[in-house]
């Protein structure tokens, strides 16, 4: 563990060294995240002028639900986003050979190598806008549901990541990636919404078959109904789920790989 944490320093330090290289690059993507967090806000705002509730959240509900989303979007820019967009061509181009052999997972480097210093930026504006949730939420939150909305919103970064990487992996059998990634971003816009919006089928879809839903709504729930166990157990379950089958999809693919030197 200590060797992966020094490993992961010495990619930030390197994003860091280049991010100050091309600064135009660094603020247009900066300011690019700033303007979808505000069409979120502006979009819900006028919604709320129009409809008192929406998928059942007020307000107040519904900002500390954006704030979540975009912590965790935050989050996922920062830490996963660059690697994913690289994937496809990794494999493609034999380039994951140099993963391969090095002494370290390779699920490793292609989920973390390349870490997003602008989108750090942009991910401490997310925070600051939850806090002002928080701060404009007009009842008290129990410390003990922001301890575990804080746990259940990690899970759901670590299953969002899952998910993603899981639309990325039939590049090992096919010649391109990008037409499942697309599909992906598509269904990933229920993500960003109050998943009790959609009824019947679809809710069972986005939270139990592709539990997109699952991701921020569940943990911003326990904010305001408490830490019940059926909450916590069915995002850890979902959690779970989607590392196991993201890890057996993985191996598939390794031994689908057809590397450089085949």
Do not use: C
Not at 81 to 95: M, Q, R, S, T
Not at 96 to 122: C, E, Q
Not at 123 to 129: D, M, P, Q, R, S
């Amino acid at each position: 563990m200590r060797r992966y944490l020094r490993l992961y320093a010495a990619f930030v330090r390197f994003a860091i060294q280049r991010s100050l290289q091309f600064r135009l690059d660094f603020f247009f993507r900066v300011g690019m995240d700033v303007i979808w967090n505000l069409h979120y806000l502006v979009f819900y705002g006028v919604l709320t002028l129009e409809s008192p509730t929406i998928g059942g959240w007020n307000a107040d509900q519904l900002r500390l639900f954006l704030g979540s989303l975009f912590v965790l979007d935050g989050a996922q820019m920062t830490l996963f986003a660059n690697n994913h967009w690289a994937f496809p061509g990794l494999v493609n181009k034999g380039d994951l050979d140099y993963h391969l052999v090095r002494p370290i997972s390779p699920l490793f480097m292609v989920s973390l190598r390349d870490f997003a210093v602008n989108s750090f930026l942009n991910l401490v504006i997310a925070v600051g806008i939850l806090v002002w949730a928080f701060a404009r939420y007009p009842e008290p939150i129990p410390a003990a549901s922001i301890a575990v909305y804080l746990a259940l919103l990690l899970a759901g970064l670590v299953l969002h990541h899952a998910l993603h990487l899981l639309a990325l992996l039939p590049v090992f059998w096919m010649q391109g990636g990008s037409g499942l990634r697309d599909v992906f971003f598509i269904v990933d816009a229920a993500n960003g919404r109050p998943v009790r919006v959609f009824k019947g089928w679809a809710y069972r879809f986005f939270t139990v078959v592709l539990p997109l839903g699952v991701i921020v709504n569940f943990p911003v729930r326990v904010l305001f109904e408490g830490p019940g166990l059926e909450i916590v157990v069915h995002v850890l379950l979902a959690t779970l789920a989607g590392v196991a089958v993201l890890l057996f999809v993985w191996r598939l693919g390794l031994r689908a790989y057809g590397s450089a030197s085949s």
